[in-house]
């Protein structure tokens, strides 16, 4: 097929070519303005690797970064987080928390699963560094939260 037939071709179709292109356009537009705005907040943790003064050698293996990450995703270090945003100062996230669960369930526990649901880590490859990242509808709650967990977590 030459260039010239490929040209005629697109030219005789270029009706339902015109149509296909404003079709796939408008639905473009319209999933971009009803999805929500979602924020991502990042920030990089350096995992300090010294010698252990007994075994003469330097934890910075793939266990010990695991562990790492293990001890930032747990509830422990999330209930501190949200202990720090000072969530049970705020009433309506206090409003939240008993609608949704009655009071059977601890405030803190409650807020801290939701937080830890939110929050994923990563290692860098090749490195000591532990990459916090936070997504939310706010971008200000979403920095908050991705530095109070580098906070707790230090």
Known sequence: MTPKQLFLILFAH????????VLV??????????????????????????????????????????????ILQ????????VKRLGVAN??????QWQEATQGKVPLENFYANFLRIGLMSEPLRGSNV???TFQGADPKFATAVVNTYAQAYV
């Open 90 to 95: 705020n009433p309506a996230l206090v409003a």
């Open 14 to 21: 270029r009706y339902a070519a015109a149509l296909v292109f």
């Open 74 to 81: 747990s509830e422990r270090v999330a209930i501190g987080v």
């Open 130 to 132: 532990i990459r916090l």
């Open 25 to 70: 356009a408008l639905s473009g537009l319209t999933y971009t303005w009803i999805t929500p705005k979602s924020y991502q907040a990042t920030t990089d943790l350096l995992v300090d690797s010294r010698t252990d003064p007994i075994a003469g050698v330097v934890n910075t293996g793939g266990n010990y970064i695991a562990t790492q990450i293990a």
